[in-house]
């Protein structure tokens, strides 16, 4: 293994590696630069050409080569540094034992990935220019973050991935099309194309966007945004849109803004507030926070102004809370930050400053003076403040947001607590329940559309899918798919009923894991409400459904 370092040490020049990361300024024979680990007026960190390593002269006082500082500053091990510094220096590492099947078959959905995003570069219209201008964004931007358009035409994109060489199950894979007796069919079709990165800036999937409303040939309106489905490439629970691009910003400014959508984030890093991610089309997960945990503690939230939004955001604030984040919350003028930024060029940065704390906006919204003179919503309001305080990770935090309860409300410290314990320990702080259900959720696909794209690929099971004119695997319900998926394969009749048994279970398990998602949150309206008999039946409906998918 010290051969293979030394020879990515001896390909990657170290001061060109940091430059990536902060200014770099000569020294004489060497290079100095401010420390990218901890802030500071004065550069305190020393690079050596010569000696290809760096060490910080400041509060640090760390140093090491050029691994030493991707580790560092990534906030990764070892194995994961090799493999990004072996591909960076052209590097192979095929016979290291961390390399696996799915590693390699994933590397390969990147390059289909990278192929098709400059497809869709090319393809670029003036109807697209025209939709994403109209929306306020620059020429500038849109070059930068590499958007791109698909014309109308099922197979265009396949097509010219065939042309460069690339594998059908390749394009399949990574989610860009779909087998009919035609032949490949595009997902994509007449969309503005938004790709997604992960951390390291591959791209592993897409969303794509219609230019106007539309209806499908059953009359049904076309679907606003299409994404990739889940791939070896495209985890969705762990990908946040823009971080690529956001994670020197996030060091530097010291705390990271999360929004809904992609457009929020290029308007806002088009409006000079760059530290910006979005959740990628996913309710924010743990395995997202836990991302940022490596850059940053302090949040700020930037959702919608609707109702969904500020569903969205009270979740996401119970999650970060269960990590012991700093949460504050931005409110908007408009609708969303990327409206704002449209009508409003540079007031962003001033919202920023406005952002209040999740005590201030929790109490605002549940406790204010008008509230608590109203026994009845004073006391649901009571509810859901307490039951926020239980999710608080800091016992600290806790007791400052009691000694407010008591303070507005006149409840005694000691009643609040109780009333706590009365409430029961199922609550906010569920992480094996968010862990088990919601890192699978989507907003508009769930968990049914990569299970369908999954049984889509019926080559590998021997099987045809049949029913050419389907367009769009999303459209077919579980059991159509289910029962018309193998006709006329190479599978003996034994094989496949008990392909499909497999399937109808892993679907069963799918409802049912989302049944518990919905049975969580009536389950806490009632709560709140005071339960009652109604709460009972939930409860008891909730144990039985989870000792089934158990």
Not at 228 to 251: D, F, M, N, Q
Request: aromatic residues 8%; contains cysteine.
């Amino acid at each position: 293994m010290s051969e293979v370092t030394e020879r990515i040490k001896e390909r990657i020049d170290i001061v060109e590696f940091i430059r990536q990361y902060t200014e770099v300024k000569p020294a004489g024979r060497n290079f100095k630069a401010n420390c990218p680990f901890h802030r500071e007026r004065t550069p305190s960190f020393m690079i050596s050409p010569e000696r290809q390593s760096w060490h910080c002269f400041g509060g640090c006082n760390e140093g090491g080569d050029v691994f030493a500082f991707l580790m560092k500053y990534e906030n990764i091990e070892f194995p994961e540094a090799l493999k990004i510094l072996a591909s960076r220096a052209g590097v192979e590492l095929a016979d290291y034992r961390g390399e696996n099947r799915e590693a390699k078959a994933a590397e390969a959905l990147y390059k289909v990935n990278e192929a098709a995003k400059n497809i869709f570069k090319k393809s670029f219209s003036p109807e697209a220019a025209e939709y994403l201008l109209s929306r306020g964004l620059k020429k500038s931007t849109i070059a930068e973050w590499e958007l791109g358009y698909t014309p109308s035409k099922g197979s265009f994109l396949a097509d010219a991935l065939l042309k460069l060489g690339f594998e059908t199950k390749d394009i399949e894979g990574a989610g860009l099309a779909f087998p009919t007796r035609r032949g490949l069919m595009d997902r994509f079709r007449e969309r503005v194309m938004f790709p997604i990165s992960d951390e390291r800036g591959r791209v592993v999937g897409f969303t794509g966007r219609i230019l106007k409303e539309t209806q499908r040939s059953d009359g049904t309106p076309e679907a606003k945004y299409v994404n990739t489905p889940e791939t070896l490439a495209y985890k969705k629970s762990r990908i946040l849109y823009g971080y690529h691009k956001s994670k020197p910003h996030v060091k530097d400014w010291g705390y990271v803004m999360i929004v809904e959508g992609q457009m929020d984030v290029l308007m806002s890093y088009q409006d000079g507030v760059k530290n910006v991610v979005a959740s990628s089309g996913t309710a924010l997960t743990l395995e997202q926070l836990r991302i940022l945990k490596k850059m940053t503690d302090k949040i700020l939230l930037g959702f919608d102004m609707d109702a969904a939004g500020q569903k969205a955001a009270e979740r996401s604030i119970d999650l970060a809370h269960s990590l012991d984040f700093a949460v504050k919350v931005i409110s908007f003028s408009g609708k969303d930050p990327a409206e704002m930024v449209k009508e409003a060029p540079g007031e962003l940065k001033k919202k920023l400053k406005e952002a209040v704390s999740t005590k201030e906006y929790f109490f605002a919204k549940y406790l204010s003076s008008d509230i608590v003179q109203d026994e009845k919503k004073k006391k649901e309001g009571l509810t859901i403040i307490l039951s926020r305080i239980q999710g608080l990770a800091s016992a600290i935090d806790q007791e400052e947001w009691y000694k407010e309860v008591a303070a507005r409300t006149g409840v005694s410290l000691e009643a609040l607590k109780e009333e706590v314990k009365r409430l029961g320990k199922d609550q906010v702080k569920d992480e094996s329940f968010y862990d088990e259900v919601k890192q699978k959720e989507s907003r508009d696909e769930g968990v049914t559309d990569r299970r369908l794209f999954l049984m889509a690929r019926v080559k590998d099971l021997g099987g045809e899918l049949i029913g050419e004119e389907v367009e769009d695997l999303s459209r077919l319900s579980e059991k159509d798919l289910l029962q018309a998926t193998y006709v006329n394969g190479s599978l003996g009749e034994d094989e496949r009923k008990m392909t499909l048994v497999m399937l109808e279970k892993l679907l069963a398990k799918d409802r049912m894991k989302r049944q518990l998602f919905v049975l969580r949150g009536k389950i806490r309206e009632l709560e709140e409400r005071g339960g009652g008999e109604e709460l009972m039946k939930k409860l008891k409906e909730f144990e039985r459904i989870k000792k089934t998918v158990k």
